[in-house]
């Protein structure tokens, strides 16, 4: 049997000289479907999340497009701008839309690696850093920008960026836009775009709300969706360990020493308990960070480096922080704590096991999270086995088995979510990219668990089983490419 290669996508030259660089052999079935149709400028509405290889599938034919299209004619003469009347030398021609930071920087990423053999430049914007760095390169002129919506509409406002000349939008995660309360945001930004455009929509579900704005933005799409080959959980080796609140921490750092973990990602629930955590193992001398919405940008940008190069020994993060975060190699997840949402567990375990490596998920429960185990364990039909021999085990012993006929005394989805009580009662004051015009914030803001049920991110998906691994050409040495503003390190650079 003969496998599809880049070359029978009929990408150009340039083009497969990166995806060699970057150690791609094969493409994933998202860029088999979407990439001849996205180059030749159809629409499209594309169900997938990240880890299936949605960004190249979007980059790759624009880059392509862009390079094949003649550029358009510079801004018109007298047009005042903050740039002054002759405006940047360039038109932005491509806008992708993203909900998070972390995204946004990653996608950047992307089209700097895919498009280092040819002239287009690009940048990423995002709020939670000065917006200095970000205007410079603007003002230089640039082909493609990546952007959230917050910052986008705030330098909008003030002049920096004209969208009259964009022939691709992408709008990434929108089921996540909706979730994060974005969506308002995201309308704003398109009644600026120009009609006539090629429009590609990515989303991971589809709610009622996506549904009708892909009615709306797009023309005749050609729709890809994409299913996981296998599910997570079957590759996965999972450990539950029942344990009580107040001795989660000591049994974290007995497992990370006992086990001898290189590298793992903590899951907690709150904001404050991923500080409380991180600060528990800094003192018992294992090298970790928390990220979360409270913490800078730059801070995060720090953190998830420090994590990928191998310089922190855990991450903890809770799950808004870790999403779309793209962590290769990552052998233990832990869950500090259960989640309350069953989706979201998978979803979580999912960050390890990626391209058919040895991936352990180990997770804690307490008394009151016993109930969310019986709901996970309905979700993914199994039993989750159970770790035997460990300190600090719960006197309460282990919980009866559950039954996993489905439905069998779930309890309603609304009841999922925590009792607000149970959340830490002080205010946050994140830097997120936030949500404006009423629209509403996340639920619970120290919760950073998913908004609502209904919208929790379905199961995390890796590579496809024999497919390389993301590769990180020139890992340790930042990648020079006009347009990206500089900033600390990030990610996969
Ligand atoms: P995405 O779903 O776009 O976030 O991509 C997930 C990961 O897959 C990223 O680390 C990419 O670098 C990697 N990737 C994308 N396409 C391929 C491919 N064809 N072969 C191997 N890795 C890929």
Known sequence: MTHPTFASLELIEPLLRALQHEGYTQPTPIQLQAIPHVAHGRDLLGCAQTGTGKTAAF?????????????????PQGQASRFGRSGPSRRTRALILSPTRELAAQIGESFAAYGRFLQLHHTVIFGGVGQDAQTKILARGIDILVATPGRLLDLMGQGYVDLTGIEVFVLDEADRMLDMGFIHDVRRVIEKLPKQRQTLLFSATMPSDIEQLSKQILIDPIRVAVTPPSTTVERIEQRIYFVEKADKRALLIHLLDALKVERALVFTRTKHGAN???????????????????????????????????????????????????????????????????????????????????????????????????????????????????????????????????????RPAQQQQRPQQQRHPHHTHGRQDRPRHGAPRPRGEHHEGPRRDTNAPPPQRGHQPGQPSAQTPAQGQPRQHHGQPPRPQGPRR
């Open 59 to 75: 980059a790759l034919p624009i880059l392509q497009r862009l390079h094949q299209k003649p550029p358009p004619p510079p801004p």
């Open 276 to 410: 409380r955590v991180a600060e528990a193992l800094t003192k018992a001398r294992i090298r970790a960070e928390a990220i979360h919405g409270n913490k800078s940008q730059n801070a995060r940008t720090r953190a998830l480096d420090g994590f990928k190069r191998g310089q922190l020994r855990v991450l903890v993060a809770t799950d808004i922080a870790a999403r779309g975060i793209d962590i290769d190699d990552l052998t233990h997840v832990i869950n500090f704590d259960l989640p309350n949402v069953p989706e979201t567990y998978v979803h979580r375990i999912g960050r390890t096991g990626r391209a058919g490596a040895a991936g352990l998920a180990m997770s804690f429960c307490e008394q009151e999270e016993r109930e969310y185990l019986v709901d996970i364990e309905r979700e993914i039909q199994t039993h989750i086995p159970r770790a035997d021999n460990y300190p600090h085990a719960s006197r309460l012993g282990p919980p009866p088995v559950t039954s996993l006929e489905r439905g069998h005394h779930r």
